[in-house]
């Protein structure tokens, strides 16, 4: 996530669109392993057959777009 225009708590608000359950608060302290592993088993039935790398790839566009929109607002 470096680079980024979105804020924590956009991307876990970004997440609810892809997964059954949003990402928790610590989930940046994660190892990338336990990221993935947790993506996977919480996917949202039209994403369960997606890799987590590709979900992640989703949630950091949404999140980057929803902050892009909230700009262009104000």
Do not use: G, H
Not at 22 to 49: G, M, R, T
């Amino acid at each position: 996530m470096a680079n980024t225009t979105y804020s924590k708590s956009d991307f876990i608000f970004a997440s609810k669109t892809f997964l059954c359950i949003e990402l928790p608060s610590e989930y940046d302290q994660w190892e990338y392993k336990k990221l993935e592993d947790f993506i996977e088993e919480n996917a949202w039935q039209p994403f369960e057959n997606d890799q987590a790398t590709v979900i992640l790839d989703n949630i950091e566009t949404l999140a980057e777009d929803v902050r892009n929109y909230i700009k262009d607002k104000n």
